[in-house]
């Protein structure tokens, strides 16, 4: 694995404070708590179909369009909707989207995160 390599090479050089496995495993730690993989549950926004997932350590949801190959995140934070409009620039219907997910509440948003959370995990191989 090439990170490992750099980081390796890194704490050798003593460069870097943490030992290369204890960096490691925070980074891989960071990488699964983002992760958005619950769920998920489907929805309409904008006219479009999105597949919703919940993330796993913040409060917040990944929305993805397999026909447009796009997706983007809504998250809470300090008690208000937080959208990444800048994912959306190529969306064709990004207006009609927008106008959609900004209407959603902090109230929406959590149930909607509760919903995917009881989401049966599927059973097929990777």
């Known amino acids: 694995m090439k990170i490992q390599a750099i980081i390796t090479l890194i704490a050798a050089l003593g460069v870097f404070p943490l030992k ?21 549950v489907p929805r309409n926004f904008g006219g479009v179909s999105w597949v919703v997932y919940a993330c796993r350590c913040k409060n917040g949801l990944a929305l993805t369009n397999s026909e447009t190959l796009r997706y983007f995140f809504v998250s809470v934070e300090a008690g208000s909707v937080k959208i990444d409009e800048a994912a959306l620039v190529d969306e064709p219907n990004r207006t009609a989207v927008l106008e959609d997910v ?25």
């Open 20 to 40: 290369a496995e204890e960096w490691l495993n925070r980074f891989f730690d960071a990488a699964e708590a983002n992760r958005c993989d619950i769920g998920p």
């Open 102 to 126: 900004r209407t959603l509440s902090v109230k929406q948003i959590e149930q909607i995160i509760e919903q995917a959370k009881h989401v049966e995990p599927s059973k097929e191989p990777c």
